[in-house]
């Protein structure tokens, strides 16, 4: 089992960039596949981006490729998103996740962090 901390959520204007960080205890990330999914006030929660296990390849949302990168610190057991060009469109509760599966679809994580807030002003 794994447990997931986020952090780096924020308030920044349209434009503007954060980085979020995910910090794993219990086991390593290199074993599972991680992933980023965001959920907005009255919106399912969804997909954002995700990377294989022991450094596998990644996929992103259409919506945020070329502005979202996703990557893994194995000795600090830390995965992080990288975001730039923010839009208020991107305003969401963003969540960690991990699963023995690289996967778009949230059904396929068992293991969630609590989510950090990030608000993209206009």
């Known amino acids: 089992q794994v447990q997931l901390v986020e952090s780096g959520g924020g308030l920044v204007q349209a434009g503007g960039s954060l980085r979020l960080s995910c910090a794993a205890s219990g086991r390593t990330t290199s074993t599972y596949a991680m992933a980023w999914f965001r959920q907005a006030p009255g919106k399912e929660r969804e997909f954002v981006a995700f990377?294989?296990?022991?450094?596998?390849?990644?996929v992103y949302a259409d919506s945020v490729k070329g502005r979202f990168t996703i990557s893994r610190d194995n000795a600090k057991n830390t995965v992080s998103l990288q975001m730039n060009s923010l839009k208020p469109e991107d305003t969401a509760v963003y969540y960690c996740?991990?699963?023995?599966?690289?996967?778009?679809?949230?059904?396929?994580?068992?293991?969630w962090g609590q989510g950090t807030q990030v608000t993209v002003s206009s």
């Open positions: 990377l294989n296990r022991y450094g596998g390849n990644t």
């Open positions: 996740a991990a699963s023995y599966v690289g996967s778009s679809a949230k059904s396929r994580y068992d293991y």
